[in-house]
Each structure stands twice: as structure tokens, then as C-alpha cells.
């Protein structure tokens, strides 16, 4: 267990230094990086996601209430998170990227690669179910208030006929590949290995893209709130997870995707939040980065306990 799970933290850390050290050599510029997104997207993303949903045999209803789940954790973790930039009386920017960067959690690049890593393609489709929600969720309630606490920057006219695109290719190879597992068709299986390729192929290229474009500030003041947001990461909203698959009775390898996730560091999106609305993306990169390198030490603890 430890090998898989280094392995796939190994995967994550070392994809985002390869990426940032080629950013700072000018070997991987801003729109080399963008290309690499879209085609990793637009091609990569809907495979691995078609031929893990087509391997997910759904035998009762208890994994099609991880979206809904996951949904429940991201809200409930604006009641610690508000209740903190009232105390701290942090600025509208300082807000905003607070409340985002607690709403959002890293479940694809990391949770769904660790699940991935020590459960292989059944636990990577049920933690990619498990944040069916993120998208929407994201667009319309992190906008919201990406928009309600930011200054006035003004969003690029591209933005929302991109983002339907990021959306749009990797949701129609989730459909493709459930709809191929509900119907039954047998998936040949020369496709496990490729999917086992395809997966850290996939992780590796996105983020050594987003790695390119990291600009990393020192925590200095940031000290509290970095302990603030890992409070409500690590122990609030992993709490929360242990009370709601006790709730709805979910067992088995759903219940440790469930718990796994509810349990993950910040996300890198709240990031671009930041840069379309004016927030303090200095307070959301040192958010990322704290709870990102804590997530070791802290799997390393959690794991034994949901495994």
C-alpha cells in the first residue's frame, strides 16, 4: 500500500516540479502550456474517463450518492471557512479566495490518482463520480462568489465558451463509458492495460502544464490562515465525510472514496478565480501550497483508519 500510494504522490509532486522547472527555464511557455490542457482534455481525459466508467458495475445505489455527497462536503466547509474571515476580518479579495480555496479540494489530480493507486479502475470511477458535482458547483456557486468578494477585473470574452469545452469533452466519455457498463457490453481486455497507461499519462501532462505556470510566494503572513484552511481540510470537512457515509450507509470501496476525498488538500482552480476575478491569489497559492505538501504526512495517518 505504501509503494502505491507514494507512487501516485510521487506522480503528482514530481509532475508539478518537472513543469514548474520547465517553466522557469522558458522551456514551457504560457500558451505551450495551454495547448497541452486542451489536448490532454479534448482527447486524453474522455478515454480514460469513457473505459473506467464502461469497467464500473454498478450493483447497488449506494455509488450514485457520492456526487451528491460530495456536493454536501464542498458546501459545508463555507460554515467553518466564513466564520473564520469574519474572525480574522480578512479584505473582500482575502475572502473570496478563503472561501473558494475551502469549497474546493483536489479530487481529481489527486484524491481520484491515490484511489487510482491503491484500488485501480474501479476506485478511480467512483472518485470520479464522487465529483461529478465539482463542475457545476464550481461555475455557479464559486463564480458567485468569486464575483461577490473580487474586484472589478474583467473576464475574458473566451471564458465561458472555454470553459463549456473543458467541460463538455471529458463529460461525453463519463456518458460514453457508462452508458456502454449499463448496457452490458463486454470491454475487451487489452483495455485495462491501456487505461492503466492512459490514467498517470493523463495526470502527468496536466499538471506539468499547470506546474509551468506556478508562481510560489513565501507563507509569511499567511501563517494562520494556511493553518485555518488545513483545519477545515484535514479534520472539518473529514469529519463531515465520516458523518455522511454513516447517514446514507455507504460501504465498501464507495465509503473509502467518500472518506478519501472529503479528506484532500485545496484545488488548484480557486486559483484561476483569482486571476479572472481580482482575489488575492497570493493567499490562494499559499493555501494550495500548505495543505498540498501536508497531504503526505496526513495520508500516511488517514489511510490506515478508511482502508
Keep these: 500500500m505504501l509503494f502505491r500510494l507514494g507512487f501516485g504522490l510521487g506522480l503528482f509532486a514530481g509532475s508539478l516540479l518537472i513543469g514548474f522547472w520547465l517553466g522557469r527555464q522558458g522551456l514551457f511557455t504560457e500558451p505551450q502550456a495551454k495547448r497541452l490542457i486542451r489536448f490532454v482534455v479534448k482527447w486524453l481525459s474522455p478515454i480514460v474517463l469513457c473505459l473506467s466508467f464502461w469497467r464500473l458495475q454498478v450493483t447497488d445505489p449506494a455509488p450514485l450518492l457520492l456526487p451528491l455527497i460530495g ?3 464542498s458546501l459545508l466547509a463555507l460554515l467553518p471557512a466564513w ?4 474572525l480574522a476580518k480578512l479584505s473582500g479579495p482575502q475572502t473570496g479566495s478563503f472561501l473558494t480555496c475551502a ?5 481529481g489530480f489527486l484524491g481520484a490518482f491515490v484511489a487510482f493507486a491503491l484500488f485501480g ?3 478511480y470511477s467512483l472518485a470520479m463520480l464522487y465529483l ?4 457545476p458547483c464550481f461555475y455557479l456557486v464559486g463564480f458567485t462568489i468569486a464575483k461577490r468578494f473580487g474586484h472589478d477585473v474583467r473576464v475574458p470574452s473566451s471564458g465561458p465558451a472555454l470553459a463549456d469545452e473543458l467541460r463538455a469533452w471529458p463529460f461525453l466519455g463519463l456518458c460514453l463509458g457508462l452508458v456502454l457498463s449499463l448496457a452490458k457490453v463486454p470491454r475487451p481486455a487489452a ?8 490514467i498517470p499519462i493523463d495526470t502527468a501532462l496536466y499538471l506539468a502544464a499547470i506546474g509551468s505556470q506556478l508562481t510560489f510566494e513565501p507563507l509569511g503572513r499567511w501563517v494562520m490562515p494556511c493553518m485555518a484552511m488545513s483545519a477545515i481540510k484535514f479534520g472539518y470537512s473529514s469529519l463531515v465525510g465520516w458523518l455522511l457515509v454513516w447517514f446514507f450507509h455507504v460501504e465498501g470501496l464507495s465509503r473509502f472514496v467518500v472518506l478519501l476525498q472529503a479528506s484532500m488538500p485545496v484545488a488548484i482552480s480557486p486559483l484561476m478565480l483569482g486571476l479572472l476575478f481580482g482575489l488575492d491569489r497570493k493567499l490562494s497559492s499559499a493555501l494550495w501550497m500548505f495543505t498540498t505538501a501536508l497531504t503526505l504526512p496526513w495520508l500516511l495517518l488517514y489511510i490506515p483508519l478508511i482502508h
Excluded at 103 to 107: D, E, G, I, P, Y
Excluded at 132 to 135: D, P, R
Excluded at 191 to 198: G, K, M, S, T
Design 83 to 86: 466564520g473564520y474571515v469574519r
Design 191 to 198: 483495455f485495462e492495460l491501456l487505461n492503466h497507461v492512459l
Design 103 to 107: 469549497m474546493f479540494s483536489n479530487l
Design 121 to 123: 479502475e474501479v476506485a
Design 71 to 73: 456536493c454536501l462536503v
Design 132 to 135: 461529478l458535482y465539482f463542475s
